[in-house]
């Protein structure tokens, strides 16, 4: 296999790019992977393409195994986002094992606000000086 130069410089400038992200810019751009996944996961369920729907759906439930293990309990919140997490989990589980997509939008929807209340409280931060 052939190296491809373009290739090497466009893994150097992603991992680039992760390592400069604030905390919220990290957690904004999981949240989007997830949403992505479990939309290109019911894309595959809709072509009963069940190879597809296995990788969209694992690649989400590696999302939410990071952001549980990732989690500090030292913050009330985290136990809430752990439940949360969880749930999302075993959403993208139970996709994959059953093909029952019947919670996947339900979940896109949560996950889509979560990442909202995010960015919000993010920019309230930065303009009130709080930093974030």
Do not use: C, W
């Not at 290109?40 to 809709?46: D, G, P, Q, R, V």
């Amino acid at each position: 296999m052939v190296n491809n130069p373009y290739q090497q410089y466009s893994q150097q400038y992603k991992q680039q790019s992760i390592m400069s992200m604030t905390a919220v810019e990290m957690l904004t751009a999981l949240y989007d992977g997830a949403v992505k996944e479990f939309e290109l996961a019911k894309i595959s369920n809709e072509k009963n393409d069940i190879s597809g729907i296995n990788v969209h759906l694992q690649k989400a439930q590696a999302i939410f195994r990071y952001l549980r293990g990732n989690l500090d309990f030292k913050y009330d919140i985290s136990k809430n986002l752990d439940q949360l997490y969880e749930y999302f989990l075993n959403v993208a589980i139970q996709a994959n094992i059953k093909k029952d997509f019947s919670e996947v939008d339900a979940v896109i929807t949560m996950i889509t606000e979560l990442r909202d209340t995010y960015v919000q409280a993010d920019k309230i931060a930065r303009t009130t000086g709080g930093g974030a």
